[in-house]
């Protein structure tokens, strides 16, 4: 963005967004999942699970980064597939198979329903075996999904920094492509690795999961308005043998911490560059050292984390008590805008500055007006009353999604049209018509942020020879570590190490490919697309 507008507002604020989406949509949801599964496997305290949880989550990110993230997110994936296809094959097996599952679902009910025959609470939904459902009276409708959801999942996967730092990790392009091609083939496996063995779980322990009553439910889970989240860690401690309750209690939470990792290295890495770097040199006017970025760093994943705890007596309430609905409830708040602004930066070389921050600038009002409105009168589970206003009850927050993406588009285009367009050279390689283009911009060839702090070798001494010695200086221990626990390396080796990192980020700074590697992946791109419909097709038809 900045490369594309110029200025620092846009990436601040893209920044901010960033770290209130963590905050609401990924580290509430992820401390609060993990800390229902250990609650349920170990029947401890849902806080004092979460510490647990927080406790050996920031082990392996403090000390780490993102090098220590993607190791361990590789290794915990080969565990997390294992074992939730292992759970999927067992829990099929217990209901004699996909077939004979698709019957009984329709038939659990609870018996606290079957014992009123005034209530309506409790009853599989009709429309249970479609993936895509009726656009009006549906808890996912099908216009609402394609075309609202889209422009939040373009955020999630296109513009996030969690998602953007491994795909800036890759070595070239074609690995970068390959790596996200493989993740979509991956991304297939939810459906059946783990929507199917939830719908097992209702089929088995149906009075827990499908709790018809706000008494019933605050009894068995804690929650008021609804027990589905108990669903999947129900299915691996009531099926599994003791032994294997282990290893999938060990599968869930390393998926948990994976994504808790990721998002604590993206939290520190936004709000030290796009931040507090920006805000330090202009009321300071000076750089931050990497050592003070990296303890500032740490700092605010504490308190992202203290806020995210404090979110979680709301989170259980909303949506009726259903994770996966209240986190596509907040992308549809936020999400739009983000991703608004980036097609229309990409795809429109008039767009300039002014039209793309104050598209924001509404889009983000708009959002958080209907956020607050959600929150101040919640989505009644099946038994309470609705009380809401219209604009939110009978507008789907999908379509509010919709809407939200084509008034920020609007805006910008509005707003770029009244002002005056951007230089150039702002669109040379930053547009999808101008991406190959080889005018040389003023802005190319600057020197990466903080060369001064990673390249200067201050406390080496060079030879006659042209060797660089490092001159050793004592350190204490309690300054080695400080160091080791921040991830900062200020010897020689380190430095240079920096360099090669910079050199490399220079080289593969090209979109250039094999013509072969790029045949291959379009090749993918084209399967994956042709899959996704076809199991998009066969789940709703």
């Not at 990721?262 to 890495?269: E, R």
Request: positive net charge; hydrophobic residues 45%; proline residues 4%.
């Amino acid at each position: 963005m900045k490369k594309r507008y110029g200025g620092q507002r846009i990436r601040v604020y893209l920044a901010f967004l960033s770290l209130l989406l963590y905050i609401l949509a990924k580290i509430s949801i992820d401390i609060y999942s993990g800390a229902l599964f250990i609650q349920q496997a170990l029947g401890w305290n849902i806080y004092v699970s979460i510490i647990a949880l927080l406790g050996i989550t920031a082990l392996c990110t403090v000390t780490g980064g993102l090098a220590a993230v993607m190791l361990t997110d590789t290794l915990q994936f080969f565990i997390m597939i294992c074992g939730a296809t292992a759970v999927m094959i067992l829990s099929l097996k217990e209901v004699g198979g996909y077939e004979n599952l698709k019957i009984e679902y329709m038939k659990a009910i609870p018996n606290e329903t079957l014992n009123s025959p005034n209530s309506t609470c409790g009853y599989p939904r009709e429309d249970a075996w479609q993936m895509l459902r009726d656009p009006w009276n549906s808890d996912i409708p099908w216009i609402g999904f394609l075309l609202g959801k889209t422009p939040a999942s373009i955020w999630y996967w296109c513009a996030d920094q969690m998602m953007v730092q491994r795909v800036l990790a890759a070595k070239s392009l074609s690995h970068a492509q390959g790596g996200c091609l493989f993740a979509s083939y991956i991304k297939l496996l939810p459906l059946f690795i783990m929507v199917i063995p939830g719908m097992v779980s209702r089929v088995l322990y149906t009075d827990e999961v499908a709790c018809a009553s706000a008494e019933t439910c605050m009894e068995i889970c804690g929650s008021s308005t609804g027990c589905s989240n108990i669903a999947y860690p129900k299915l691996v401690l009531g099926l599994l043998p003791a032994g294997f309750r282990g290893i999938m209690l060990a599968v869930m939470l390393a998926a948990l911490m994976s994504d808790l990792t990721s998002i604590f290295n993206s939290t520190s890495t936004l709000f030290t560059i796009d931040i507090w770097k920006v805000f330090r040199i202009r009321c300071f006017k000076k750089e931050p050292s990497i050592r003070e970025l990296m303890i500032v760093g740490r700092f605010i994943v504490i308190v992202m984390v203290v806020i995210s705890v404090l979110l979680i007596p709301v989170l259980k309430d909303m949506q009726s008590g259903q994770i996966f609905f209240y986190l596509q409830e907040i992308g549809s708040y936020l999400a739009p805008p983000i991703a608004a602004v980036y097609l229309v930066a990409v795809l429109w070389p008039r767009g300039n500055e002014k039209g793309a921050f104050w598209s924001l600038m509404a889009g983000f009002v708009t959002g958080i007006i209907r956020m607050i409105l959600d929150w101040t009168w919640r989505s009644p589970p099946c038994w309470g009353e609705d009380h809401r206003p219209a604009i939110t009850a009978k507008v789907h927050y999908m379509y509010f999604a919709l809407i939200l993406f084509v008034v920020t588009v609007l805006v910008n285009i509005i707003v770029s049209l009244l002002t005056e367009p951007p230089e150039q050279f702002q669109v040379i390689r930053t547009t999808y018509w101008t991406r190959y283009s080889t005018v040389k911009r003023p802005d190319d060839g600057e020197p990466p942020p903080y060369e001064e702090d990673g390249i200067e070798l201050e406390n080496t001494e060079s030879l006659s020879n042209g060797a660089v010695v490092e001159i050793r200086k004592e350190v204490s221990c309690c300054k080695k570590g400080y160091n080791w626990f921040c991830g900062f390396d200020d010897s020689v080796k380190g430095r240079l190490e920096n360099q090669k990192y910079e050199d490399r980020l220079k080289k593969i700074n090209t979109l250039k490919q094999d013509k072969r590697a790029k045949i291959f992946l379009n090749i993918n791109l084209v399967v994956i697309l042709g899959v996704a419909t076809f199991c998009y097709i066969f789940f709703s038809v």
